[in-house]
């Protein structure tokens, strides 16, 4: 009966110190790759908004180049950027120059 009542008190396994210690250090390492997954998705995150905007300032920019195409396309764009280019004039035109004094 005695030997009985010592096994009866002693601590299961999962309450050693053999059994504890290394399951910290795997808890401590799934800790440890959580973290490092949320760190890589905040700068994933902050990578797209980066590149979001370029593409907006891109698009923006292809609208931009998309509507002076269109314009030079017309006889009356292609005429206003020769006229501002090269300071061009129709025939019979003449061109005056105002020159301010200082």
């Known amino acids: ?6 096994t009866m008190h002693q601590r299961p396994f999962y ?3 053999f059994f504890l210690v290394p399951l910290a250090l ?5 800790v440890r790759s959580a973290y490092a997954s949320f760190v890589k998705k ?8 980066r590149y979001e905007e370029q593409l907006s ?6 609208a931009d180049l998309q509507a002076k195409i269109e314009h030079l396309e017309t006889d009356r764009g292609l005429e206003d950027e020769l006229r501002t280019r090269f300071d061009v004039v129709r025939e019979g ?4 120059r ?3 004094e200082e």
């Open 98 to 100: 105002i020159i301010e």
């Open 15 to 17: 309450h050693s110190w």
């Open 1 to 6: 009966m005695v030997r009985n009542q010592t």
């Open 57 to 62: 300032d891109l698009e923006r920019k292809k």
């Open 26 to 30: 795997v808890f401590a390492l799934f």
């Open 42 to 49: 905040q700068h994933a995150d902050i990578e797209r908004e």
């Open 93 to 96: 035109e003449t061109v005056i």
